[in-house]
């Protein structure tokens, strides 16, 4: 195996470099998933859930593309709900919770049955270079492994770094080492890095906990899958509770403030803003006199519970002191404290939307070597570094997600075009044109697509062309069937809306407020007919109908913004020759070299008249 030449090395086995190597593989790359340790592929380093607001849609995205997290999701699932239903649809959100062995182990299984996929357990800890391309890798052992391109998914282990409290552990996770090496020639090569932050919570006994003293958390009544194809239903689950903690759990935290390695300036990089640690919450939020806590349990028969929302690095003892003054919690055993994580990250303007890096060609990144933080983030990368590494060593056409195609490409993005500072979360609030990117239409977005890469088979390309026949057809009934007032108001009347004096089509009922299809289902003769129909299509025709106007407006603004992107920047622009635009719009534009005028409008620092003076100067 040392002596083949394979078309792509993946480096790296995490939810990044998993679904990376499953993408090239798939698509017919000989594929090298090399990993310091093949017990803990695909490992839920965090919390032992997926999807959740955004990054329920990126999951369903990957499913789409014909990728495995949703799959391996639904098959270690021990709880699913979807979050935001009083929401309009833009934000519905899945989410499972999972069992953290299983989900591990199905990544495992999913890839040991991947046809041109091959593994090694061992560390890397130098690439190969030759002629400004990458060509292979150098493992501890001093292994040389030919490739003809490397996609990097280290994760948190280049020269992670462990905190908890004035103690400091080597390490990219607790109990395994980190990575060295490839950091330094990086930066010897002329890439610029960085050092970010995350953390995760303590472990505990569940056994050790009164959970009469907590709020259960169930899941869906009628649970639903992330993934489209035929994955089965949870037929049980397992529940979650919430709890609070209080003014003395915050006092006891503040006794260890000056143990603390975020206070003491230990540790001076930035962590994720949207996740942070319960020491951080209780100085930021100083108003608050209690912050929650979701008590999630690891998995279908083990006792250990993840305390999600306690992530600390202070010393142990202080966790556990203040852990006994929440509710339920006075017994608590833990299994192990929560700790902060420092590591090495490489700005994301370094990269093609490609994810290929712009000083090494051959060479791509995924995960949080890019920057950001979460599961989800880390395999849609890993998706299309996967993708775009076979395509091109094959010489095919590199493949981009737009922002108004998915999720990932919103992420992506705003990876390469604006950078990040700190962990990069993925939000609805992201995405300009959500209404378009529903979780529930991820499979009509982006199959096709796949189905042309060569990575999504027939079997989905012919469910999603049916789904959209199917739901027209319901579309269409709606739009031509007229309903009577003495068939709508007493429907009207249950949802306090106004009566009707006349006749109305089915699609104009429905567009009413707290208007639903299950509502309508009433009348026989729409129960009749959309008693045909799968809940899926239900619900696709409902949202088309409800939100059609919505809909429209957003994709004008997409044919708008297409305008922009259409305009190409030639890719030995010289921006310092524009003697009009800014100083800063020069610096950030010869950094980032811009594709495309839309792209050139999306970074940050750039106004509108550096905009026009491109435009002016291109011709425009």
Request: charged share 25%.
């Amino acid at each position: 195996m040392i002596d083949e030449i394979y078309d792509v090395i993946v480096v790296g086995a995490g939810h990044a470099g998993c679904e990376a190597a499953a993408a090239a593989a798939n698509l017919g790359s000989k594929t090298l998933l090399i990993t310091m340790n093949m017990q803990t592929i695909g490992q839920m380093s965090c919390n032992p859930a997926m999807g959740g607001i955004a990054k329920g849609q990126i999951v369903r995205e990957i499913d789409a593309m014909g990728g495995y997290s949703g799959i391996i999701a639904d098959k270690s699932a021990i709880q699913f709900k979807m979050l935001n239903l009083s929401k309009g649809p833009a934000m519905w959100s899945p989410r499972t919770q999972n069992d953290r062995m299983l989900f591990a182990e199905q990544w495992r299984l999913a890839l040991e049955q991947t046809p041109n996929l091959d593994f090694f357990q061992d560390m890397v800890k130098q690439l190969i270079i030759e002629n400004g391309k990458a060509v292979g890798v150098i493992t501890s052992l001093g292994i040389k492994i030919k490739g003809k391109s490397v996609v990097l998914t280290n994760g948190t282990f280049l020269n992670g770094l462990i905190h908890v409290g004035e103690k400091q552990l080597g390490g990219g996770r607790m109990g395994e080492p980190r990575a060295f090496g490839i950091t330094e020639q990086l930066e010897e090569l002329g890439f610029q890095s960085g050092r970010m932050k995350t953390g995760t919570p303590p472990r505990v006994d569940g056994r050790s906990l009164d959970y009469s003293k907590m709020e259960e958390q169930k899941g869906d009544e009628n649970p639903g899958t992330f993934s489209y194809m035929s994955s089965s239903k949870l037929t049980k689950q397992r529940s979650c509770h919430i709890v609070y903690t209080n003014e003395t759990v915050h006092e006891i935290l503040r006794e260890g403030f000056d143990r603390s390695p975020m206070f003491n300036g230990t540790i001076q990089s930035l962590g994720p803003r949207y996740c942070p640690s319960i020491e951080d919450k209780i100085n930021r939020f100083a108003e608050r006199t209690r912050h929650q806590l979701f008590v999630e349990p690891e998995g279908w028969h083990t006792v250990e519970i993840y305390v999600n929302g306690f992530s600390s690095s202070l010393p142990e003892e202080i966790q556990i002191k203040a852990m006994r003054h929440i509710p339920g919690f006075e017994k608590v055993k833990v299994f192990r404290p929560g700790y902060a994580i420092e590591y090495d990250y490489f700005p994301p303007t370094q990269l093609h939307h490609t994810l290929e890096t712009k000083l090494i060609e051959n060479l791509y990144f995924a995960g949080q070597i890019n920057g950001t933080t979460g599961y989800e983030e880390a395999a849609g990368q890993g998706l299309i570094a996967g993708i775009n590494a076979h395509n091109k060593v094959h010489s095919k056409e590199e493949f981009i997600l737009k922002r108004d195609e998915a999720y990932i490409g919103v992420l992506i993005d705003d990876l390469i075009t604006k950078g990040t500072e700190e962990p990069y979360r993925m939000f609805t609030s992201r995405a300009e044109y959500r209404l378009l990117l529903r979780q529930d239409n991820a499979d009509i977005r982006l199959t096709e697509k796949s189905y042309h890469l060569g990575l999504a088979k027939e079997d989905r390309l012919r469910k999603v062309e049916d789904k959209i026949e199917q739901s027209s057809k319901l579309e269409a009934f709606l739009r031509e069937t007229s309903l009577k007032p003495k068939q709508i108001n007493p429907i009207l009347e249950s949802i306090n809306s106004s009566p009707v004096d006349q006749a109305y089509r089915a699609s104009q009922i429905l567009t009413r407020p707290n208007m639903k299809l299950e509502l309508l289902e009433n009348i026989e003769e729409i129960r009749n007919t959309s008693s045909n129909y799968s809940e899926e299509v239900r619900e696709q025709a409902e949202i088309n109908i409800k939100y059609k106007g919505y809909i429209d407006k957003e994709r004008e603004n997409v044919a708008k913004l297409q305008r922009m992107e259409n305009i190409r920047i030639p890719e030995d622009f010289d921006f310092s020759q524009v003697s009009s635009l800014s100083a800063e719009a020069k610096q950030k534009f010869n950094q980032i070299k811009p594709k495309t005028i839309a792209q050139a409008s999306r970074i940050s620092g750039v106004s509108p008249a550096d905009i026009n003076v491109l435009l002016i100067y291109l011709g425009r």
